[in-house]
């Protein structure tokens, strides 16, 4: 069963701070993504990475950063958190890129600035 | 561009209602379609997924056909349970693209 988790679990931050939020999954997949969750936006993609050392930009990267230290550790970096990043963050891996490929979600943090 | 459109917010049903959940797709190339389901407090889990014109994909009862004339992958099942009150997304790949996933429609069952 694939195992992915967060931490934080919650995380209250000022505008204009630094935070890390941080993903490990110990399923040996490749691919590891990062998506926000927002009412009326469903999922969307802000970051992934198909293996340590990389980095692709997703839908809606603006204010984001990421990186990929290992083939289990895939983290979010928020340098200037601001409002309208109040969201619901989960991570997820696959196994592969392809298109049979499943996604396997963390519980999500849940992050709000003030 | 490549997206997912799903029946959009909330659906209220009672027990043993049929659902239908809509979702089209748009996509340039030959996708797979999923259907995910999120439970409270959890991330979404796949539910099911097809990859091939006219292909069935099904799990818990919940079903969906894959129809590339329509570009549809409808999520229906005949008779819902309290237990099935949830957020359920359609999504759609191709291999070489991002996953793009539905706004979300968020199932009650009322018992």
């Known amino acids: 069963e694939a195992a992915v988790t967060q931490s934080p679990r919650n995380k209250v931050t000022v505008t204009g701070g630094n935070v890390t939020l941080s993903c490990r999954q110990t399923?040996?997949?490749?691919?590891m993504y990062w998506y926000r969750q927002d009412t009326g936006h469903g999922l969307r993609l802000i970051h992934y990475?198909?293996?340590?050392?990389?980095?692709q930009i997703g839908d809606v990267p603006d204010g984001y950063k990421a990186t990929r230290t290992t083939q289990e550790d895939f983290f979010l970096l928020l340098e200037l958190a601001s409002p309208s990043q109040t969201s619901l963050y989960f991570c997820?891996?696959?196994?592969?890129?392809?298109?049979?490929?499943?996604?396997?979600f963390g519980p999500g943090t849940r992050l709000t600035v003030l | 561009g490549d997206s997912v459109t799903q029946t959009e917010g909330q659906v209220a049903l009672s027990e043993e209602d049929f659902l239908t959940i809509h979702c089209n797709y748009s996509?340039?190339?030959?996708?797979?379609l999923f259907w995910y389901v999120q439970y409270p407090g959890e991330g979404p889990q796949l539910l099911f997924r097809?990859?091939?014109?006219?292909e069935k994909g099904s799990s818990r009862g919940f079903e969906a056909t894959y129809d590339k004339g329509t570009t549809s992958f409808h999520l229906r099942k005949a008779s819902v349970q309290e237990s099935d009150s949830a957020v359920y997304y359609c999504?759609?790949?191709?291999?070489?693209?991002?996953?793009?996933f539905g706004k979300g429609t968020s199932l009650t069952v009322i018992p």
């Open positions: 997820a891996s696959s196994d592969a890129g392809g298109a049979q490929a499943e996604q396997f």
């Open positions: 399923n040996s997949h490749n691919y």
């Open positions: 990475s198909y293996g340590a050392g990389n980095l």
């Open positions: 996509a340039s190339g030959y996708p797979t």
């Open positions: 097809a990859s091939r014109d006219k």
């Open positions: 999504a759609q790949h191709t291999g070489y693209q991002n996953f793009y």
